[in-house]
């Protein structure tokens, strides 16, 4: 009975430390491979600056001057 | 058989040196081996991978830099806001979306090649302008109008915006009641360190509605900034300054029209070491304080004052420390773009806690490179002082010249700026030195301030034990390019080797950053008969790069 427990905590925990080397593994190919960077360059970055192209602006020109109170 | 893309035959493999590759797998390629140039792909800056520094040294990187700068800056968006606003901040904002996500690169660039004490210690500075930035555009968010619906928030009415070269210094009466953020900083100044790309917009944006282009492009992308609509808005009133010339004067005057809201206006004066103008310079900073109470209701608090003071002056007592190692030792294990870089933010900002944290790291560093005397840059053939303004889409510059040339840029003038300990025993006293620090402010004093002071280039030379200077000529810069040929006679009668670096500040299109390059390659070849230390770095393409 305590051999079948103590087994499958080993198990739990031989399977805690499979996915945590995997994940640890994975990340480390990001950013050994700088995959990351080529995300953000080749994917994020032209389809942010697209939307930010598009966005409608205040014609900021068209602000009244001395609309406000002169502060001393 | 191919081996990752390289052709590989019986014959290779049977002469390799396998004793060799273990070892430049486990203590990474000596200097000369290492190649850097060949991991760039094309023009983009990116990696084919990143640089392999040795097993210690890849996964100090990997585990106390990359992961964990990413996972701290979740923490510190949590900490210092929430993830609704950011995300908002991200889509609206291209200050924000396009350039601070590509941060992890900016590490990159700047931290390329380092090892051991210095890897470790630069890496420190870039974690406390990272976090610092975070807290200070969460806060803009959080209090932004534009953000939530125009709706005039608690944390609206308790900010105060400013000019980035107002320093966070004369708000610490008032830090305990509200708080202070620089306006342009974040989506100004940082943004063209960490991607290039962005301020191009602003700078366009200025030209496109008549304004001239000849001005400074620092002042002009600061402008564009409104005239694109794209600054935050978080807080009632504005203060602004003349800092550093005239071009900064039209930015506050455009910008008391385009926010049309209570805005004082803080001059610094021009020649601060006149005795007459010290009262005159207290009294405006008396100015800005009444100017607080009168919009905010909120009283100056001296003890707040007098406690921040004392910790600001802590960080400037070490910043002296780092001095002394930088100047009379080969241990200082700070690179010239950290340096220059974290000095300016926060001596510029103000004490907050991060700079406190990571002064703490870095005393460590320090002391241990010190106690067990540790070379920190042992391919140093030079000792150089980097003068005047920096190109601020190659503050690396200073990493690419030690890798190539054993350029190693000990000091900078942006470091020597705010060169003053904040005296708390009385108010008179206090008012005193804090007038002498806002006048010592970045570009005020070496570089629009006065001949005698832009030639202290000469005492720096000789107390940091430098053997050349890296002369930045900022193109769009009237007051520097007014004594250009001032410093060319002085570098002729004194005999100094001195590479003019020209830029135009934030605008990478003026002078691109290969012609930077291939300007000190040429001096290094033809003035100083000298080999590069690594090949591939003297030529590449990264134009289209961060």
Not at chain 1, 20 to 47: N, S, T
Not at chain 2, 151 to 171: M, P, Q, R
Not at chain 2, 323 to 352: C, E, F, H, K, M
Request: proline share 4%; hydrophobic share 40%; charged share 25%.
């Amino acid at each position: 009975m305590k051999k079948a427990i103590l087994k499958s905590i080993f198990k739990v925990i031989g399977k805690i430390f499979g996915i945590f080397a995997l994940v640890y593994g994975a990340l480390f190919a990001v950013f050994f491979f700088d995959l990351d960077g080529k995300f953000l360059y080749y994917v994020w970055e032209p389809m942010m600056v697209k939307r930010y192209d598009k966005m409608e602006r205040t014609d900021m020109t068209q602000t009244p001057y001395g609309a406000k109170e002169p502060v001393s | 058989m191919k081996l990752f893309g390289k052709e590989v035959n019986k014959d290779t493999l049977k002469d390799t040196d396998w004793k060799k590759v273990a070892s430049d797998f486990w203590y990474g390629k000596p200097h000369e081996e290492r190649r850097l140039g060949d991991l760039y792909i094309g023009n983009t800056g990116l990696y084919k991978h990143r640089e392999w520094r040795g097993v210690k040294d890849t996964m100090y990187y990997f585990n106390n830099i990359w992961l964990y700068n990413y996972g701290h800056m979740i923490t510190d968006i949590m900490k210092y806001g929430n993830m609704v606003d950011f995300i908002k901040g991200t889509m609206r904002y291209r200050w924000m979306g396009q350039t601070y996500l590509t941060v992890m690169h900016w590490f990159d660039r700047g931290l390329e090649g380092l090892r051991g004490e210095a890897l470790a210690a630069s890496a420190w500075h870039y974690r406390g302008m990272v976090s610092e930035t975070i807290r200070q555009f969460q806060r803009m968010f959080a209090a932004d109008k534009k953000l939530h619906g125009g709706k005039e928030n608690e944390l609206w009415k308790n900010s105060i915006a400013h000019n980035e070269t107002v320093s966070g210094v004369i708000f610490f009466p008032f830090r305990d009641q509200m708080d202070d953020v620089a306006l342009e900083m974040i989506p100004y100044f940082v943004t063209c360190h960490v991607n290039n790309h962005t301020v191009l917009n602003y700078i366009d944006a200025a030209q496109s509605i008549g304004l001239p282009a000849d001005p400074c492009p620092m002042c002009q992308a600061e402008y564009g900034i409104f005239v694109l609509d794209d600054y935050p808005d978080y807080a009632p009133t504005m203060i602004t300054s003349n800092e550093a010339c005239d071009g900064s004067v039209a930015t506050s005057v455009l910008q008391d029209w385009f926010l049309n809201r209570p805005l004082y206006a803080m001059p610094q004066p021009m020649r601060y070491d006149d005795p007459l103008v010290q009262k005159h310079c207290a009294e405006e900073i008396e100015g800005a304080w009444k100017f607080i109470e009168d919009q905010y209701g909120y009283k100056f608090n001296w003890e707040k004052y007098k406690e921040l003071a004392e910790k600001h002056n802590k960080l400037t007592e070490f910043e002296y420390e780092k001095w002394d190692v930088a100047a009379n030792t080969p241990y200082y294990p700070i690179n010239g773009v950290a340096q220059a870089l974290y000095r300016i933010y926060y001596s510029q900002d103000g004490w907050r806690p991060i700079w406190e944290e990571v002064d703490g790291h870095v005393k460590k560093i320090l002391d241990r490179c010190v106690g067990k005397k540790i070379e920190t840059f042992p391919k140093t053939r030079h000792r150089a002082i980097a003068w005047s303004c920096a190109p601020l889409y190659y503050s690396n510059w200073c990493t690419w010249a030690y890798n190539c040339w054993g350029i190693n840029t000990v000091i900078n003038m942006d470091s020597l700026m705010f060169d003053q300990l904040l005296r708390t025993d009385t108010y008179e006293h206090a008012l005193e030195d804090l007038t002498w620090y806002n006048e010592k402010a970045p570009m005020r004093a070496m570089a629009v301030g006065g001949h005698e002071h832009i030639f202290q280039l000469w005492q720096y030379m000789e107390r940091f034990n430098c053997d050349m200077v890296i002369m930045y000529d900022q193109l769009a810069c009237k007051g520097m390019q007014g004594i250009h040929g001032m410093f060319e006679d002085e570098f002729r009668a004194r005999d100094i080797h001195a590479i003019w670096v020209p830029h135009a500040l934030p605008d990478k299109r003026v002078v691109p950053r290969a012609e930077i390059r291939k300007i000190i390659s040429d001096y290094m070849t033809t003035v100083m008969h000298e080999e590069p230390l690594d090949p591939t770095l003297v030529d590449f393409d990264d134009s289209e790069s961060w």
